[in-house]
Nanobody
Framework: QVQLVESGGGLVQAGESLRLSCAAS????????MGWYRQAPGKQRELVAT???????NYTDSVKGRFTISRDNAKNTVSLQMNNLKPEDTAVYFC??????????WGQGTQVTVSS
């Protein structure tokens, strides 16, 4: 099992920034993908951004140009720099990872609230 610990959520005003971080515990298998999903009240969980061990990055359209995902493969950490936050970014943000035997793991979630 891989444990994921998130930090960095909070309450900000529209236009401000936050940085989320996530650290994965030691894994028996190589972690090939890390990323972030979010879930707003009454909505389904949606992909925000992912990054592979090779550096391949994917963003959902609504955050392109505002959010930046980065990863430290040696430390198995992933960060999400969120700039120009909007009220519609309000959600619980979940860190996730996938290992090379295609097991998916999730963090407990961290709340991000953006006031208008």
């Amino acid at each position: 099992q891989v444990q994921l610990v998130e930090s960095g959520g909070g309450l900000v005003q529209a236009g401000e920034s936050l940085r989320l971080s996530c650290a994965a515990s030691r894994s028996s298998f190589r972690i090939i993908l890390m990323g972030w999903y979010r879930q707003a009240p009454g909505k389904q969980r949606e992909l925000v951004a992912t990054i592979t061990s090779g550096g391949g990055i994917n963003y959902t359209d609504s955050v392109k140009g505002r959010f930046t995902i980065s990863r430290d493969n040696a430390k198995n950490t992933v960060s999400l720099q969120m700039n120009n936050l909007k009220p519609e970014d309000t959600a619980v943000y979940f860190c996730t990872c996938r290992d090379q035997v295609v097991r998916n793991f999730w963090g407990q979630g961290t709340q991000v609230t953006v006031s208008s």
